[in-house]
């Protein structure tokens, strides 16, 4: 009988201490969100990576207000809000410094290409993505994409083409990320899409090059370049650059004036 009594003791004790344990750990967890909530608040926002806007343009397209909390913050949504009011950000990075400043990392898209379709010059990024829209006599300072049509295009919507074009549609994506990638978009007249059985690309001014559709437009753009670094290549010659071959090997046709 004693050891049933002691026993008694013993679980009620132990029944006790993790109570007691349980209500300490809620009561640091409650203090920890109550400081956070009532100390970590934005006072600064600090943007870096900027060109074409202002750190005041990303901030106020942030939609963050001063005396934020900073861990009630919804980042994905300030990410969505920042790239819903300007198309040319690509992509954002969004960290606390403690004990008050919001950091807000931006990748700007760069030189864009140009899509005419009934008189209105759509710009779109190397990503894919339509950033703006320009009267059709301002299109000439982009490289030209033709040979297709756009599917409902509005400034801020990812590129998509019209049905009959959809087979060029992941080459063109691709190509466009691979010259972006290689630094090489500056140097883009034109992309053709016309042909079915392989795109062109006008390059330099001097030279049009054949692709094949599906490609892996990396590797070509470093024969391309490797071909264009070639002592034989003389800064007067024009022609066809043709990289439609499966190897390393690359044909080109020079034009005979």
Known sequence: MARRKHTKRRRGRGSFGFLYKLLSVLLICGAILAAMTLFFRVDKIAVTGQ???TAEEIEAASGVEPGSNMYLLNKYEV????????PYIEDIRINRK?????????????????LVQDGIAWLISAGGKIVDQLPEAEAGQYGLISGCQLLAPAVGT????????A??????????????????????????????????MDYIGRFTVWMA????YEWELKKLTATLADEKIQDNMTGTID???????VRLIQNVR
């Open 167 to 200: 087979s060029q549609q992941t080459s063109l994506l691709n190509l466009m990320e691979a010259l972006d990638g290689a630094g090489l978009t500056e140097n883009v007249d034109g992309i053709r899409l016309d042909d079915l059985s392989y795109l062109k």
């Open 51 to 53: 060109k074409r806007y």
């Open 98 to 114: 403690l004990p008050d400043t919001l950091l807000i990392e931006v990748r700007e898209s760069g030189r864009p290409f140009v």
């Open 243 to 249: 990289l439609r071959l499966n190897s390393s090997e």
């Open 158 to 165: 990812t590129l998509a083409l019209a049905t009959e074009y």
């Open 79 to 86: 990410v969505r809000s920042i790239i819903r009011e300007l």
């Open 213 to 216: 559709y599906g490609a892996d």
